[in-house]
């Protein structure tokens, strides 16, 4: 029936100079329904999402969208505009303010007022009836720095319904979860569906849509390729409409064999740059041999991050323990060092650690790298784009040319600037710290394969991944890790979820 449809889509579609980033999007939503989007990075998953926010506004594209039977005609930037009319996103960059508390959050810039100022009572009162009515286990008071990343996802949520949103837009939402946070929002999801609340979920994480939303739309390459019921698809039908071919492996074979042990950490204890009493590597041990690919698993709070981190001379204080380079201990001091030894690490965050987004592609893929084209205090700038220009090349990076902002790129072109970055300091030790993080699978598949090429060529490889079957899939072993201690490391034919669970709740 007509009075289902929420929001109808109409043949939208958006250019930019050079680029169609919609071609004649049509489908619809239903109301109160958890209707999911997918779609490689680029497919245009983002530019509908910021049409539906006024950010490119009506005019700016052809078409028409339709909003509980009327057309929506939102203003240039107008994000009030939306939120006014009962739209509301959740973006995968968290948009609080450590410093505030939910409360202040939640109606920062609508504070109810009376004659004298801010009504706080009302605030806090209006804030936990939200959070008690959606069951966010949240207190209102609370300030939002000392949450834990999924309660700043929940206040998020909480903001985006503090102003009655109909459709809630959430973009990514578990990029940064833990399994059991991820479940969380899943009962919060369907708690809101209850209360009639019509969510758009966008993922790249398969899995989540077939445990959550009742539809799934696929765009590629700016089209539409299906809209249908979530119980008519499978995972090898759906990742076949986002990529475009049959993708009969997750993960890519692979020719290599690890040789000797170039590297090993024996007993290390290190602790936490801003507080002396803590440590966040509490007795870690594994060695690394050349060629290999070592996944390290464990669940959130693990210690993963923090380990690799003070591998590569970037995070905590080594209190005890030894690091081993071809036999002979090492000093683990700072990042230069650590890269003089060389050990390299592609960072979990990219755009926060890995990347100057407001700079070109050349310029981040050279920035670690100036020693290699600087002669007397001065850069040839010749060497550099010679050198930039190859790397990029046989990453196969997607730009019209290296001049291009990273800003502007896609989450998997990012990624694999990164990573450029990296191998041009010529690596023996690369360690990728959830590399595969927030980008599509046809990227993901890329990535994978870029890993064994560079180990079947001898680079050791360090990998932590948060996605249980990746570091299964790509591991030739993989230490366990819980509460920052190295629990076991298991051979291949050791590997099983069960057994790494076990592992990584054991501790």
Same mark, same amino acid.
């Given at each position: 029936?007509?009075? #289902?449809?929420?929001?109808?889509? /109409?043949?939208?579609?958006?250019?930019?100079? +050079?680029?169609?980033?919609? #071609?004649?999007?049509?489908?619809?939503?239903?109301?109160?329904?958890?209707?999911?989007?997918?779609?490689?990075?680029?497919?245009?998953?983002?530019?509908?999402?910021?049409?539906?926010?006024?950010?490119?506004?009506?005019?700016?594209?052809?078409?028409?969208?339709?909003?509980?039977?009327?057309?929506?005609?939102?203003?240039?930037?107008?994000?009030?505009?939306?939120?006014?009319?009962?739209?509301?996103?959740?973006?995968?960059?968290?948009?609080?303010?450590?410093?505030?508390?939910?409360?202040?959050?939640?109606?920062?810039?609508?504070?109810?007022?009376?004659?004298?100022?801010?009504?706080?009572?009302?605030?806090?009162?209006?804030?936990?009836?939200?959070?008690?009515?959606?069951?966010?286990?949240?207190?209102?008071?609370?300030?939002?720095?000392?949450?834990?990343?999924?309660?700043?996802?929940? %206040?998020?949520?909480?903001?985006?319904?503090?102003?009655?949103?109909?459709?809630?837009?959430?973009?990514?939402?578990?990029?940064?979860?833990?399994?059991?946070? $991820?479940?969380?929002?899943?009962?919060?999801?369907?708690?809101?569906?209850?209360?009639?609340?019509? /969510?758009?979920?966008?993922?790249?994480?398969?899995?989540?849509?077939?445990?959550?939303?009742? $539809?799934?739309?696929?765009?590629?390459?700016?089209?539409?390729?299906?809209?249908?019921? %979530?119980?008519?698809?499978?995972?090898?039908?759906? *990742?076949?409409?986002?990529?475009?071919?049959?993708?009969?492996?997750?993960?890519?074979?692979?020719?290599?064999?690890?040789?000797?042990? *170039?590297?090993?950490?024996?007993?290390?204890?290190?602790?936490?740059? +801003?507080?002396? $009493?803590?440590?966040?590597?509490?007795?870690?041990?594994?060695?690394?041999?050349?060629?290999?690919?070592?996944?390290?698993?464990?669940?959130?709070?693990?210690?993963?991050?923090?380990?690799?981190?003070?591998?590569?001379?970037?995070?905590?204080?080594?209190?005890?323990?030894?690091?081993?380079?071809?036999?002979?201990?090492?000093?683990?001091?700072?990042?230069?060092?650590?890269?003089?030894?060389?050990?390299?690490?592609?960072?979990?965050?990219?755009?926060?650690?890995?990347?100057?987004?407001?700079?070109?592609?050349?310029?981040?893929?050279?920035?670690?790298?100036?020693?290699?084209?600087?002669?007397?205090?001065?850069?040839?700038?010749?060497?550099?784009?010679?050198?930039?220009?190859?790397?990029?090349?046989?990453?196969?990076?997607?730009?019209?040319?290296?001049?291009?902002?990273?800003?502007?790129?896609? +989450?998997?072109?990012?990624?694999?600037?990164?990573?450029?970055?990296?191998?041009?300091?010529?690596?023996?030790?690369?360690?990728? #710290?959830?590399?595969?993080?927030?980008?599509?699978?046809?990227?993901?598949?890329?990535?994978?394969?870029?890993?064994?090429?560079?180990?079947?060529?001898?680079?050791?490889?360090?990998?932590?991944?948060?996605?249980?079957?990746?570091?299964?899939?790509?591991?030739?072993?993989?230490?366990?890790?819980?509460?920052?201690?190295?629990?076991?490391?298991?051979?291949?034919?050791?590997?099983?979820?069960?057994?790494?669970?076990?592992?990584? $709740?054991?501790?």
């Amino acid at each position: 029936m007509l009075n #289902d449809i929420i929001l109808d889509i /109409c043949n939208v579609t958006k250019e930019f100079p +050079g680029v169609v980033a919609l #071609d004649d999007v049509s489908f619809q939503i239903k109301r109160g329904e958890i209707h999911g989007i997918c779609g490689e990075n680029g497919a245009g998953k983002s530019t509908l999402m910021m049409i539906m926010k006024g950010v490119y506004p009506w005019g700016s594209y052809s078409g028409d969208i339709i909003y509980e039977g009327k057309e929506l005609k939102l203003e240039n930037r107008s994000i009030r505009q939306a939120s006014d009319e009962g739209i509301a996103i959740v973006y995968q960059e968290l948009t609080l303010v450590p410093n505030m508390t939910v409360g202040e959050n939640v109606y920062l810039g609508r504070e109810p007022r009376t004659s004298t100022g801010i009504n706080w009572n009302e605030l806090f009162a209006n804030t936990q009836q939200i959070l008690d009515k959606y069951h966010l286990d949240i207190d209102a008071n609370e300030l939002v720095k000392n949450l834990g990343v999924g309660k700043m996802q929940m %206040t998020e949520i909480a903001k985006a319904l503090s102003e009655n949103a109909k459709i809630l837009i959430l973009d990514e939402p578990t990029s940064a979860l833990s399994e059991e946070e $991820t479940e969380r929002l899943m009962g919060i999801l369907r708690v809101l569906k209850s209360h009639g609340v019509t /969510c758009i979920y966008i993922t790249h994480k398969l899995s989540e849509l077939f445990e959550i939303a009742d $539809t799934v739309t696929v765009l590629r390459d700016g089209r539409v390729i299906t809209s249908q019921p %979530t119980k008519q698809l499978n995972e090898e039908m759906l *990742i076949g409409h986002m990529v475009g071919r049959k993708m009969k492996e997750r993960f890519p074979k692979s020719r290599r064999k690890p040789g000797k042990e *170039i590297f090993e950490v024996q007993d290390l204890h290190a602790i936490d740059p +801003g507080d002396s $009493t803590q440590n966040v590597v509490n007795g870690v041990s594994f060695n690394l041999r050349e060629g290999e690919i070592l996944g390290i698993a464990g669940l959130m709070g693990s210690g993963r991050t923090e380990l690799v981190s003070t591998l590569f001379g970037e995070y905590g204080k080594i209190r005890s323990g030894k690091v081993l380079l071809d036999g002979k201990e090492i000093e683990i001091s700072s990042a230069n060092r650590s890269m003089r030894n060389g050990i390299s690490l592609v960072p979990e965050d990219r755009k926060k650690f890995g990347l100057v987004l407001i700079q070109s592609i050349q310029k981040n893929i050279s920035l670690a790298n100036l020693d290699q084209f600087s002669k007397w205090y001065k850069i040839d700038f010749m060497a550099e784009i010679k050198a930039t220009d190859s790397i990029a090349e046989k990453l196969a990076i997607k730009a019209p040319s290296l001049s291009v902002l990273c800003e502007t790129l896609s +989450g998997g072109n990012q990624q694999k600037v990164v990573i450029a970055k990296w191998l041009l300091s010529d690596p023996r030790i690369l360690i990728m #710290d959830d590399p595969t993080r927030g980008i599509d699978v046809g990227a993901k598949y890329e990535i994978y394969k870029l890993m064994n090429e560079l180990a079947e060529k001898g680079i050791a490889i360090i990998m932590i991944s948060s996605e249980m079957e990746e570091v299964i899939g790509m591991s030739d072993r993989i230490m366990v890790m819980c509460e920052g201690k190295s629990m076991a490391t298991l051979e291949q034919n050791e590997f099983n979820q069960e057994r790494i669970m076990a592992l990584a $709740t054991g501790c």
